[in-house]
């Protein structure tokens, strides 16, 4: 088990590109989060996942934002017409099913648009 | 509103010991979550609790009180790798959902 994995770990981009986003989570886990940092903030709730099923999107994420986790595995982060609004650190997390599971974090995609 | 608040910054000494307090209002409550995280790096899991009381795990301990809508973290014995933010995180729902505070970025001295 190699913990919760993301690529890229860092994204360069031009304002109004699309960028896309991987997160491998620890493969037992049926629950996959996804939250965004800012410097000098904690990380900010964005969407989850039971398995394939999305069960809440955040009102932070705009309709430029999608996520999906297709076979309940691995889940994409899609980010359509990027603004510089939109540079943060891209967290993923997994957990197991029970609320009161810890979700491990893995290192994250650093986005910057330019 | 929600709200997380815990201070932005402490400094103490190498060996001392340091208390970073965390207050919450939060519309639901499954437990809170004490997180560490170096600069530039993933989050990493400290401790858990959803019960009032103390939870010990070696140098670090954390408190909550679920009616002040308080818990601490307590770091002992503090070494240099100690330098760290420290997220104080709220489980807000039965799926599990955190909402973190803005942490408190801990300074160890020599």
Same mark, same amino acid.
């Given at each position: *088990?190699?913990?919760?994995? /993301?690529? &890229? #770990?860092?994204?360069?981009?031009?304002? %109004? /590109?699309?960028?896309?986003?991987?997160?491998? &989570?620890?493969?037992?886990? !049926? #629950?996959l989060y996804w939250y965004r940092q800012t410097l000098g903030q904690g990380p900010e709730f964005l969407t989850y996942f039971q !398995?394939?099923?999305q069960l809440e999107k955040? #009102?932070?994420?705009? *309709?430029?934002?999608?996520?999906?986790? &297709?076979? $309940?595995?691995f889940s994409t982060l899609e980010i /359509?017409?990027?603004?510089? %609004?939109?540079?943060?650190m891209y967290l993923c997390a997994s957990s197991w099913t029970a609320s009161q599971e810890t979700q491990y974090f893995g290192p994250g995609t650093r986005l910057l648009v330019l | 509103g929600q709200n997380i608040d815990q201070p932005t910054e402490m400094t103490a000494t190498e060996g001392a010991i340091v208390q970073i307090n965390c207050t919450y209002q939060t519309s639901g409550f499954n437990g809170l979550f004490w997180y560490q995280q170096h600069a530039g790096e993933a989050p990493t899991f @400290?401790?858990?609790?959803? =019960? *009032? %009381? =103390?939870?010990?795990? $070696? #140098?670090?301990?954390?408190? =909550?009180?679920?009616?002040k809508g308080y818990s601490?973290? @307590?770091l002992k014995e503090l070494q240099m790798k100690d330098s760290a933010s420290y997220l104080c995180a709220v489980s807000t729902d039965s799926w599990g959902k955190l909402q973190f505070g803005s942490g408190t970025q801990v300074v160890v001295t020599p």
């Amino acid at each position: *088990d190699t913990g919760v994995s /993301q690529d &890229p #770990r860092h994204k360069i981009t031009k304002r %109004g /590109q699309n960028v896309t986003f991987r997160c491998d &989570p620890i493969s037992e886990h !049926n #629950r996959l989060y996804w939250y965004r940092q800012t410097l000098g903030q904690g990380p900010e709730f964005l969407t989850y996942f039971q !398995n394939e099923a999305q069960l809440e999107k955040s #009102r932070l994420l705009s *309709d430029r934002f999608s996520a999906e986790r &297709p076979k $309940g595995s691995f889940s994409t982060l899609e980010i /359509q017409r990027t603004e510089q %609004g939109d540079s943060a650190m891209y967290l993923c997390a997994s957990s197991w099913t029970a609320s009161q599971e810890t979700q491990y974090f893995g290192p994250g995609t650093r986005l910057l648009v330019l | 509103g929600q709200n997380i608040d815990q201070p932005t910054e402490m400094t103490a000494t190498e060996g001392a010991i340091v208390q970073i307090n965390c207050t919450y209002q939060t519309s639901g409550f499954n437990g809170l979550f004490w997180y560490q995280q170096h600069a530039g790096e993933a989050p990493t899991f @400290l401790s858990y609790n959803v =019960l *009032d %009381g =103390l939870e010990e795990k $070696g #140098r670090f301990s954390s408190f =909550l009180s679920r009616s002040k809508g308080y818990s601490y973290l @307590l770091l002992k014995e503090l070494q240099m790798k100690d330098s760290a933010s420290y997220l104080c995180a709220v489980s807000t729902d039965s799926w599990g959902k955190l909402q973190f505070g803005s942490g408190t970025q801990v300074v160890v001295t020599p």
